[in-house]
């Protein structure tokens, strides 16, 4: 118990919170910066089994955020070099490596024996399937992001309400590390506050912090928060399915243009987000309405569009890419 001492000697945590967090398990998604301090201080501090999941590899522009990898990590898959370097840190701690993208078609399994999640991903996509399977199966979610020099942490699910319950509605521009860029040390930050809610949910110690939302901008330095556990989960919210779920009976529509990609379905209509509401485009009643994009932004800003003149179901698929994306 050496190893755990200094942890061990603070007043609320002691070896009965040590012995709950040996026997934890946890579901890690994204292998990136976000999940580098995660990953670092949940097998520092203990964690008996920690299933860690992402489908990429590392490059070159990962380094000055993603500080569990290094240049001779280059073109490995994240979730390899992860474990290995968790392993060297900890070798009590087991780490489970999975090189899949989570997806609507995998993601019950991979929580099924976890008692926390923790979303470490860089994708719109991701967050919400993890938050419905985390809503459904009772499990706490602690989600993070991270835009430019801002981000934010927060305790979903379980006990508290889901993300659809903070964040119903599409927001008018979603940012990507790819497109407006990130600064290293905010992912850490946050990817430090992660860790953190997550050993407290894990061991029982402290204020929960599931039902809250912290925030940080690391230009302006400002700190905030704010708590949401009497929030009600929309009546309504278009859900992902997994690309394999569409059938000949749906109407399809892709949203990709044919310079992205091929027809996600043979019978798909292609057509932009801007033409979804004319009355050429509407599913016969009865029929279930399944928009397709790349990360799922299109897909939901379209089923937004359609809900206004057309009520049956619509659900969303996300195709995504071979590699699973770019994550924080």
Same mark, same amino acid.
């Given at each position: 118990?050496?190893?755990?001492?200094?942890?061990?000697?603070? !007043?609320?945590?002691?070896?009965?919170?040590?012995?709950?967090?040996?026997?934890?398990?946890?579901?890690?998604?994204?292998?990136?910066?976000?999940?580098?301090?995660?990953?670092?201080?949940?097998?520092?501090?203990?964690?008996?089994?920690?299933?860690?999941?992402?489908?990429?590899?590392?490059?070159?522009?990962?380094?000055?955020?993603?500080?569990?990898?290094?240049?001779?990590?280059?073109?490995?898959?994240?979730?390899?070099?992860?474990?290995?370097?968790?392993?060297?840190?900890? !070798?009590?701690?087991?780490?489970?490596?999975?090189?899949?993208?989570?997806?609507?078609?995998?993601?019950?399994?991979?929580?099924?024996?976890?008692?926390?999640?923790?979303?470490?991903?860089?994708?719109?996509?991701?967050?919400?399937?993890?938050?419905?399977?985390?809503?459904?199966?009772?499990?706490?979610?602690?989600?993070?992001?991270?835009? #430019?020099?801002?981000?934010?942490?927060?305790?979903?699910?379980?006990?508290?309400?889901?993300?659809?319950?903070?964040?119903?509605?599409?927001? !008018?521009?979603?940012?990507?590390?790819?497109?407006? #860029?990130?600064?290293?040390?905010?992912? #850490?930050?946050?990817?430090?506050?992660?860790?953190?809610?997550?050993?407290?949910?894990?061991? #029982?110690?402290?204020?929960?912090?599931?039902?809250?939302?912290?925030?940080?901008?690391?230009?302006?330095?400002?700190?905030?928060?704010?708590?949401?556990?009497?929030?009600?989960?929309?009546?309504?919210?278009?859900?992902?399915?997994?690309?394999?779920?569409?059938?000949?009976?749906?109407?399809?529509?892709?949203?990709?243009?044919? &310079?992205?990609? &091929?027809?996600?379905?043979?019978?798909?209509?292609?057509?932009?987000?801007?033409?979804?509401?004319?009355?050429?485009?509407? !599913?016969?009643?009865?029929?279930?309405?399944?928009?397709?994009?790349?990360?799922?932004?299109?897909?939901?800003?379209?089923?937004?569009?359609?809900?206004?003149?057309?009520?049956?179901?619509?659900?969303?698929?996300?195709?995504?890419?071979?590699?699973?994306?770019?994550?924080?």
């Amino acid at each position: 118990m050496s190893r755990y001492a200094r942890q061990i000697a603070v !007043p609320e945590f002691g070896e009965q919170a040590q012995s709950r967090l040996a026997s934890a398990r946890v579901l890690v998604v994204g292998a990136g910066g976000l999940a580098a301090p995660v990953l670092q201080y949940l097998a520092g501090a203990g964690a008996g089994f920690i299933r860690v999941m992402d489908g990429d590899v590392v490059s070159l522009s990962n380094l000055h955020r993603q500080t569990l990898f290094r240049e001779a990590d280059l073109g490995r898959l994240k979730v390899q070099a992860a474990a290995e370097a968790v392993a060297a840190l900890n !070798p009590d701690c087991v780490v489970c490596p999975v090189a899949k993208s989570l997806t609507p078609a995998n993601v019950d399994a991979m929580l099924r024996d976890c008692d926390l999640v923790l979303d470490c991903a860089d994708s719109f996509a991701a967050s919400y399937i993890l938050s419905d399977a985390c809503l459904c199966a009772q499990v706490p979610l602690i989600s993070a992001s991270v835009v #430019g020099s801002s981000g934010y942490v927060g305790g979903f699910c379980a006990a508290a309400p889901s993300l659809r319950a903070i964040f119903p509605d599409l927001p !008018p521009r979603l940012g990507s590390c790819a497109e407006d #860029g990130v600064l290293g040390p905010v992912v #850490g930050i946050i990817g430090a506050m992660q860790a953190q809610m997550a050993l407290t949910v894990l061991t #029982g110690i402290g204020a929960s912090p599931m039902g809250r939302v912290l925030s940080v901008d690391g230009l302006e330095w400002r700190f905030g928060g704010f708590g949401f556990l009497g929030a009600p989960e929309p009546a309504h919210g278009p859900r992902f399915i997994a690309p394999q779920d569409m059938h000949i009976t749906d109407f399809i529509i892709d949203l990709r243009g044919a &310079e992205e990609a &091929e027809l996600a379905h043979p019978c798909a209509h292609r057509a932009r987000v801007a033409d979804i509401a004319s009355p050429d485009l509407r !599913p016969a009643d009865g029929q279930r309405a399944v928009m397709v994009c790349r990360t799922g932004q299109r897909s939901w800003a379209a089923a937004e569009r359609l809900a206004t003149v057309w009520p049956g179901e619509i659900t969303l698929v996300a195709m995504g890419d071979d590699t699973g994306g770019n994550t924080i």
